[in-house]
């Protein structure tokens, strides 16, 4: 376990700060954490007035800890209902923040104070400035489809239940068409893209058979620079289309060429989606 503390800056650099304090805002270090959350209870991670969200919470818990309001930037937002393993959620602290605590008694505290569904899983330090978002490299999504031939007991809630078998060379076939950068309009949801650049890059689509608790999973992994609004979920969607037989596998490129999100499948379900980890 990391026992590591902040170390403080100098004394004179501390008065200099702190004259200045009232003129602008202090950041002597920055933070990422590493987040899991069960996304079923949350309209979301960015915050929203009035909403429970992943970010609003944490942010709550963050000015209980230090007496003042802890703005966040996440490596990717995700969508009510969607859950995350490896999300990475950074901000700036001073020293007067820290006090002199270790990394891993703010990692207790944070989890003392926020949502039971969310496990705040590591504190790191970071080079001063960091963002989770734009140092970010790539992200990795998981979709789990459950392909059994009865409904999910166990993974019901973190998964989308596919009875009648799936085509997965089709689906192989028909994602290899997705492969590099495109520009994935079809992909998102309409109004998220106007006016907004739509051009992404996908570097992996694979599908893995997976058993959980002894229930069978098709786990699709998906690896990007970068993601739309929905994105993922459509592109599941269209491509459990193709697996199904409704579409053949060329019909993918048709609905990326098209740029319209009329063109797609459909959505599929949240609580399938699992935003693996972020790529640095």
């Known amino acids: 376990m990391n ?47 009035g909403q429970l ?57 944070l989890n003392a104070l926020t949502h039971d569904a969310i496990s705040v899983r590591e504190v790191e330090p970071k080079k001063l400035g960091f963002s989770a978002r734009f140092d970010a490299q790539a992200r990795e999504y998981h979709y789990h489809l459950c392909v059994d031939s009865t409904s999910p007991i166990f993974m019901k809630d973190f998964s989308w239940f596919v009875p009648g078998g799936l085509d997965i060379s089709a689906m192989e076939a028909g994602a290899k068409h997705l492969l590099g950068e495109h520009d994935f309009k079809s992909f998102c949801m309409a109004a998220s893209a106007e006016g907004k650049p739509t051009h992404r890059n996908i570097r992996e689509i694979s599908f893995h058979p997976e058993t959980v608790m002894g229930e069978n999973i098709m786990a699709i992994k998906v690896v990007g620079n970068a993601f739309l609004h929905s994105m993922v979920r459509t592109i599941v969607g269209t491509l459990v289309c193709v697996g199904r037989g409704q579409r053949d596998a060329d019909w993918v490129k048709q609905v990326l060429e098209a740029c319209d999100r009329r063109e797609a499948g459909e959505n599929a379900p949240a609580q399938g989606l699992v935003f693996w980890r972020v790529i640095y």
Request: hydrophobic share 35%; charged share 25%.
């Open 3 to 49: 026992t590591q503390t902040i170390t403080p800056t100098p004394a004179r650099e501390r008065e200099a700060t702190a004259a200045s304090a009232a003129e602008r805002p202090v950041r002597d270090h920055t933070l990422a954490l590493t987040v899991s959350y069960n996304g079923a209870p949350f309209a979301g991670f960015a915050r929203q007035p």
């Open 53 to 109: 969200t992943v970010q609003g919470d944490l942010e709550d818990a963050l000015r209980l800890l230090f007496k003042r309001d802890i703005e966040t930037t996440c490596a990717g937002r995700t969508d009510a209902g969607v859950h995350a393993l490896g999300q990475v959620v950074s901000f700036d602290v001073n020293d007067v923040d820290l006090g002199g605590r270790s990394l891993p008694s703010l990692r207790r505290s």
